[in-house]
């Protein structure tokens, strides 16, 4: 079984605060990706790191896979309101090339941002 | 930007009735998928389908459960006998060979 957990859970801040969300596992991936997801919408990608110790920034988001491409760190500079979401990641099958075939989801990271 | 569609938004079904839930993909994608989630729960694969055949089912994707293309741009997920614990929202994904999956906003299934 390919788990990915996802801490913390819950995590409820301030404005202008910055915060930093993580998803482990012990399998490799061969890609992972984040996702944003609103009550009654479906997950919305927010990117995709394919190689190990690859960064990527996203406006104030950096998003950084593990060097052996089995965990990944999602990390959120001056938090605003509109940053409230569920934060989902979800790893590709190693053995289908980069984004092909089962995505493995977290359970997820519903973050709160009060003005 | 395109979109996966789906339809419809919330469906009500008596248990043990068929359901029929409808995917419109994004138009030049090639890889086409079936998640659910159950409430609190995590988002799970259900299938995989590729040049008019499945790729990959999950455990979960068994006897009662069928995809079909039946024409260009539609991609259906079929329940024929439903059960309580199918009760869940029921998202489509589609991708390019090299890109990642992209989700419509689900149908809210659920069973009476």
């Known amino acids: 079984t390919q788990l990915l957990e996802q801490s913390p859970q819950f995590l409820s801040i301030q404005e202008g605060e910055n915060l930093t969300v993580y998803c482990n596992s012990s399998s490799v991936f061969s890609s992972l990706q984040w996702y944003r997801q609103e009550p009654g919408e479906g997950p919305v990608l927010l990117v995709t790191?394919?190689?190990?110790?690859e960064v990527k920034k996203l406006k104030r988001l950096t998003f950084q896979f593990g060097d052996a491409r089995k965990d990944s760190s999602l990390h959120i500079t001056a938090a605003q309101p509109g940053d409230t979401g569920l934060y989902l990641c979800?790893?590709?099958?190693?053995?289908?090339?980069?984004?092909?075939?089962?995505?493995?989801f977290g359970r997820g990271t519903q973050l709160t941002v009060w003005p | 930007e395109p979109e996966v569609t789906q339809t419809p938004s919330h469906q009500v079904t008596q248990m043990g009735q068929e359901v029929i839930l409808r995917c419109v993909p994004i138009s030049n994608h090639l890889y086409f998928y079936w998640y659910r989630q159950i409430l609190g729960q995590k988002v799970e694969f259900l299938v995989s389908?590729?040049?008019?055949?499945?790729?990959?089912k999950s455990e979960i994707f068994d006897d009662q459960f069928s995809v079909e293309r039946p024409d260009g741009s539609n991609f259906t997920l079929k329940i024929r006998s439903t059960k309580l614990e199918d009760s869940a929202m029921y998202f489509c994904?589609?991708?390019?060979?090299?890109?990642?999956?992209?989700f419509g906003d689900g149908t809210r299934l659920s069973i009476l």
């Open positions: 994904a589609s991708s390019r060979l090299t890109q990642p999956q992209h």
């Open positions: 979800a790893g590709a099958q190693p053995d289908r090339g980069s984004t092909l075939g089962r995505l493995y």
């Open positions: 790191v394919v190689t190990g110790g």
């Open positions: 389908f590729y040049n008019n055949e499945i790729s990959e």
